[in-house]
């Protein structure tokens, strides 16, 4: 596992607090000039057709109380919204640029609201949630099981957490993105991430691979990747979705 990933229960020095304040900026500063940039929509055309997969096996009923931890333009928060009709989603986000895009995006849905929140730290009282959700957002945390620790704090017990996320170990033409992105991430595998939902009280913990089902055009030359054939293995390992209910 990259050294990087602190345990929760460490104890921290004043340099790791003011490491924690830094990295927390740095993040809310790059995810700001993404949300600017309109990477928020973006992302969504990216995210989505395998973000509507992980949502459809979450069977959210209607009366749900739904996070979506790392909401960006909120697009998954609005989905949620959908099923838990007559329930509440929130959606938080480090960066108060995507929160800002989110709100005005979901002006017309009563049962949605956003937060500026980090993940390590949520506002929120224990047991609130029914569910939680995250896309592609686990590995920026600085600190992965202070925020699956939070999650679990933050859920009822037996809710459910599903969490996807495109790099990870086992799809290798996504590991330049760790030493591509202008912010610190955690590479780590789908074993690592299952320890981890379990060292922070999930159970049931189960991994699958979803795949997004559109085709690869013909003409791919840009993007993420530097070759067609990379987004092709990229497109075959699929997504990792891993999913835990939380243990109280
Ligand atoms: C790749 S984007 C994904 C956004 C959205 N879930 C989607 O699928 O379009 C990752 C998001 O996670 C947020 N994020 C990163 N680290 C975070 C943290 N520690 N706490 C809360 N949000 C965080 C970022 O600000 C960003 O909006």
């Not at 609005?78 to 895009?101: C, F, H, K, Q, Y």
């Not at 922070?200 to 993007?223: K, Q, W």
């Amino acid at each position: 596992m990259s050294s990087v990933v602190k345990l929760s229960n460490e104890l921290l020095t004043t340099e790791d607090t003011e490491n924690a304040i830094h990295m927390d900026d740095q993040l809310r500063t790059e995810f700001n000039e993404w949300a600017r940039a309109g990477k928020g929509d973006s992302m969504e055309r990216g995210h989505r057709p395998v973000g509507e997969q992980a949502i459809a096996r979450m069977n959210v009923r209607s009366d749900a109380r739904v996070l979506d931890v790392g909401c960006g333009s909120g697009w998954a928060t609005r989905l949620l919204a959908g099923s838990a009709i007559n329930g509440r989603v929130t959606g938080i986000d480090i960066s108060d640029e995507m929160v800002r895009v989110a709100r005005e995006a979901s002006q017309s849905y009563p049962n949605v609201d956003f937060q500026v929140a980090s993940a390590e730290q949520l506002p929120f009282d224990t047991d609130e949630f029914t569910h939680a959700f995250s896309m592609e957002s686990l590995y920026y945390y600085r600190n992965i099981p202070k925020g699956l620790s939070e999650i679990h704090r933050v859920l009822e017990n037996g809710g459910l957490f599903v969490a996807v996320v495109d790099m990870y170990w086992e799809s290798e033409t996504t590991h330049q993105w760790a030493e591509n992105l202008n912010v610190p991430v955690q590479l780590i595998s789908v074993r690592e991430y299952r320890e981890l939902f379990t060292a922070a009280g999930f159970m049931n913990v189960n991994d699958e691979r979803i795949l997004d089902p559109r085709p690869v055009p013909d003409d791919y030359t840009s993007g993420s990747f530097k070759s067609r054939e990379d987004f092709v293995k990229y497109r075959e390992a699929g997504s990792l979705m891993i999913s835990g209910e939380a243990k109280k």
